[in-house]
């Protein structure tokens, strides 16, 4: 219990103290117009306020990641918690800052907009299919985790059939309507529901004095899995996904001016690493061990392990509520993963989404192919999610350390942490048996150490020579008409 409460308490801390720093060494200007309102457009480009801004970024970042990536995650044990707050704190939180500042300071450019400027237009192509690959499967995933989760709640009174058709119009809706008339009036709500089961959780874990363990290192997986790499592709969300480059930038359009931003991208990215440590702690304490905990989620999957502690700790009322607050996590991600998805496409091909027809050509394929997943297995889909996701963060870490390389600030808070997951992504897709080579770990150790230096040097080698260009990192604001009231 003293470890999940301290680490409860670094995570907040670390907000106060690492995020001003980080917010420092980027260096902020409250008085620059945002992108909300230089390229206001009433649909993607709208100023909304911080309240509504953070919890909007809280519940698109999300997904079942905080919640079901912790929940197999604590098979490993207590080391579990370590990754969560460090990541959280030193990688996650600036990853999602920086993405979401550095966005805003680009009249809200996604990732491959982002990667094509600060590392090369080949990375624009490369990043865009990886970054499409994502939301795709991010969102069909999550169609089908709340549906799910749904139809376990409802006892299957509701075919699952239909709950994922629900689920899919809605989607649409989301995808294509602005950004104020759905998303920014209904996530407030999803957002309450969020918290406050997740608080409810986490006060009965205290209350009833559950045997949360305490630090050790030791990996206590029942299958003896290895901590590193795959501890980092388990539990991503909650420490560091590349998913939410894909999302700051949905709300860097909307961010009325950049003091908010660590409230925002960093606060909220806390606020998720404190989600992901309460769910961890839950299913560590409540099954008898690892165990137990191994049975349940082979018995009914990270679903099951979700309703037995809801249940277990809130009762009926309390618990049905609970599951309700994990069930907005997937599809409050979901439509954003659509939204996204539409958005760099649009970028991509310089296509304007100010009629409604034109972001109708660009979503419907997009449905078409993630109803067409949705006959895949969702452990083969999660799969290739969680690398794809990996390498994701990398890239856009990479791109925090460039810009920052660039204007003379201390790049190592990026840096640092993309070196740590380029060689994590190497190492697993040179071991994982599945997708990748299928490699000895002391094999995959080296081959992931010789190729991270390789892209460490060319990183270096390309950010000194850009350091000597004309190289314009911020768009000038003063050349376009800004159409603000405040």
Same mark, same amino acid.
Request: proline content about 5%.
């Given at each position: 219990?003293?470890?999940?409460?301290?680490?409860?308490?670094?995570?907040?801390?670390?907000?106060?103290?690492?995020?001003? *720093?980080?917010?420092?060494?980027?260096?902020?200007?409250?008085?620059?117009?945002?992108?909300?309102?230089?390229?206001?457009?009433?649909?993607?480009?709208?100023?909304?306020?911080?309240?509504?801004?953070?919890?909007?970024?809280?519940?698109?970042?999300?997904?079942?990641?905080?919640?079901?990536?912790?929940?197999?995650?604590?098979?490993?044990?207590?080391?579990?918690?370590? !990754?969560?707050?460090?990541?959280?704190?030193?990688?996650?939180?600036?990853?999602?800052?920086?993405?979401?500042?550095?966005?805003?300071?680009?009249?809200?450019?996604?990732?491959?907009?982002?990667?094509?400027?600060?590392?090369?237009?080949?990375?624009?192509?490369?990043?865009?299919?990886?970054?499409?690959?994502?939301?795709?499967?991010?969102?069909?995933?999550?169609?089908?985790?709340?549906?799910?989760?749904?139809?376990?709640?409802?006892?299957?009174?509701?075919?699952?059939?239909?709950?994922?058709?629900?689920?899919?119009?809605?989607?649409?809706?989301?995808?294509?309507?602005?950004?104020?008339?759905?998303?920014?009036?209904?996530?407030? @709500?999803?957002?309450?529901?969020?918290?406050?089961?997740?608080?409810?959780?986490?006060?009965?874990?205290?209350?009833?004095?559950?045997?949360?363990?305490?630090?050790?290192?030791?990996?206590?997986?029942?299958?003896?899995?290895?901590?590193?790499?795959?501890?980092?592709?388990?539990?991503?969300?909650?420490?560091?996904?590349?998913?939410?480059?894909?999302?700051?930038?949905?709300?860097?359009?909307?961010?009325?001016?950049?003091?908010?931003?660590?409230?925002? *991208?960093?606060?909220?990215?806390?606020?998720?690493?404190?989600?992901?440590?309460?769910?961890?702690?839950?299913?560590?304490?409540?099954?008898?061990?690892?165990?137990?905990?191994?049975?349940?989620?082979?018995?009914?999957?990270?679903?099951?392990?979700?309703?037995?502690?809801?249940?277990?700790?809130?009762?009926?009322?309390?618990?049905?509520?609970?599951?309700?607050?994990?069930?907005?996590?997937?599809?409050?991600?979901?439509?954003?993963?659509?939204?996204?998805?539409?958005?760099?496409?649009?970028?991509?091909?310089?296509?304007?989404?100010?009629?409604?027809?034109?972001?109708?050509?660009?979503?419907?394929?997009?449905?078409?192919?993630?109803?067409?997943?949705?006959?895949?297995?969702?452990?083969?889909? !999660?799969?290739?999610?969680? !690398?794809?996701?990996?390498?994701?963060?990398?890239?856009?870490?990479?791109?925090?350390?460039?810009?920052?390389?660039?204007?003379?600030?201390?790049?190592?808070?990026?840096?640092?942490?993309?070196?740590?997951?380029?060689?994590?992504?190497?190492?697993?897709?040179?071991?994982?048996?599945?997708?990748?080579?299928?490699?000895?770990?002391?094999?995959?150790?080296?081959?992931?150490?010789?190729?991270?230096?390789?892209?460490?040097?060319? @990183?270096?080698?390309?950010? *000194?020579?850009?350091?000597?260009?004309?190289?314009?990192?911020?768009?000038?604001?003063?050349?376009?008409?800004?159409?603000?009231?405040?």
């Amino acid at each position: 219990m003293i470890t999940f409460l301290v680490c409860i308490v670094l995570l907040i801390v670390g907000y106060f103290t690492y995020g001003k *720093f980080v917010e420092k060494v980027f260096g902020e200007k409250e008085e620059r117009p945002t992108p909300a309102y230089v390229n206001a457009d009433g649909v993607d480009y709208v100023p909304m306020s911080t309240p509504k801004n953070s919890l909007i970024q809280l519940l698109n970042i999300a997904g079942t990641g905080p919640v079901f990536g912790p929940i197999a995650g604590a098979l490993y044990g207590p080391v579990a918690f370590v !990754w969560i707050v460090v990541g959280c704190i030193f990688a996650g939180a600036v990853h999602d800052y920086l993405t979401g500042m550095i966005s805003i300071r680009n009249k809200g450019a996604h990732l491959p907009e982002l990667a094509a400027k600060f590392l090369g237009k080949v990375m624009k192509h490369v990043v865009n299919v990886f970054a499409l690959l994502l939301l795709l499967l991010v969102g069909t995933v999550f169609v089908s985790s709340p549906a799910m989760l749904i139809h376990t709640l409802i006892d299957g009174k509701i075919a699952l059939g239909i709950i994922v058709a629900v689920i899919f119009i809605y989607y649409i809706l989301a995808t294509l309507l602005p950004i104020d008339k759905i998303i920014g009036r209904l996530y407030p @709500f999803f957002g309450a529901l969020l918290i406050i089961s997740a608080i409810g959780i986490g006060i009965m874990l205290v209350v009833t004095g559950a045997p949360i363990p305490e630090l050790t290192l030791q990996n206590m997986h029942p299958g003896a899995l290895p901590v590193f790499p795959l501890l980092f592709f388990t539990i991503t969300c909650g420490a560091l996904s590349g998913f939410h480059a894909t999302q700051t930038p949905i709300i860097s359009r909307t961010t009325q001016n950049e003091k908010q931003g660590r409230k925002i *991208f960093y606060g909220m990215m806390i606020a998720e690493g404190i989600i992901a440590m309460i769910w961890a702690a839950a299913s560590m304490s409540l099954f008898n061990g690892y165990g137990g905990l191994n049975e349940m989620m082979a018995a009914g999957g990270p679903a099951l392990v979700v309703n037995e502690i809801s249940l277990t700790l809130l009762g009926a009322v309390g618990g049905t509520l609970a599951v309700l607050g994990v069930v907005v996590l997937p599809i409050t991600s979901g439509d954003t993963a659509f939204r996204a998805a539409r958005m760099i496409i649009a970028d991509y091909f310089k296509f304007p989404q100010m009629k409604i027809l034109s972001r109708i050509w660009i979503a419907l394929p997009l449905f078409a192919l993630s109803f067409a997943l949705t006959k895949i297995d969702f452990n083969i889909l !999660w799969r290739y999610f969680s !690398w794809a996701n990996g390498v994701t963060a990398a890239i856009a870490l990479w791109v925090g350390a460039m810009y920052l390389f660039l204007k003379h600030k201390n790049h190592w808070i990026s840096t640092i942490p993309a070196i740590f997951m380029t060689s994590m992504c190497f190492v697993y897709i040179v071991y994982e048996p599945n997708m990748g080579f299928g490699q000895s770990l002391t094999t995959s150790y080296i081959v992931g150490a010789v190729l991270t230096l390789i892209v460490t040097t060319i @990183f270096f080698v390309a950010a *000194f020579k850009k350091r000597g260009t004309e190289f314009e990192l911020d768009i000038d604001v003063s050349k376009y008409t800004v159409k603000q009231n405040s």
